[in-house]
């Protein structure tokens, strides 16, 4: 898992814990003292929230611990998988695009970092030089062939 992706999960599971700890119980008691609580508006958006909060939480612990059990020995060496960088020639465009296949709380189309979940990262998974893979997009049936790969062990 790179320090970024770590980092950035650490990052915002501190500042909802700060919310749920510090923020949200002075919320409830400023909306308790507004009175009768099943008519409180006040009331019930912070419970709401608070159950967000946690909620959210949650799935952000069990996300790092996910991703920090990925075991990098068994990413294959010369296959797309994750943290490859592949570089593919569109047909239609006549154009070479280079993709780096990432996790989903990294990817970032524009910068052409795509997700092992998206339709592009997926298709590509497992693939090697030379393979043609089509892909099913919104916007129709795109063609790739993969021209050049560097995987996360290359870039070590």
């Keep these: 898992m ?33 009175g009768d609580l099943s008519e409180n508006a006040e009331y019930l958006t912070a419970r709401q929230r608070q159950d967000y909060v946690r909620a959210r939480v949650a799935q952000l612990s069990k996300r790092l611990t996910d991703i920090s059990l990925v075991n990098f020995n068994n ?12 570089i593919v020639y569109d047909a239609q465009k006549s154009a ?9 709380e990294e990817a ?28 099913q997009t919104p916007s129709g049936n795109k063609e790739f062939e993969i021209l050049k790969l560097t995987t996360i062990h290359d870039e070590a």
């Design 2 to 34: 790179s320090e970024t992706l770590r980092k950035k999960l650490e990052d915002e599971i501190r500042a909802l814990k700060h919310e749920l700890n510090h923020e949200l119980p002075l919320e409830l008691r400023r909306a308790v003292a507004l």
């Design 75 to 86: 990413i294959p060496r010369d296959r797309v998988a994750l943290g490859s960088t592949v």
């Design 96 to 104: 070479e695009i280079e993709y780096k296949i990432v996790t989903s």
């Design 108 to 135: 970032d189309a524009p910068k052409g970092m795509i997700s092992t979940s998206s339709p592009i990262g997926r298709s590509l998974l497992g693939k090697q030089v030379g393979e043609t893979v089509t892909v």
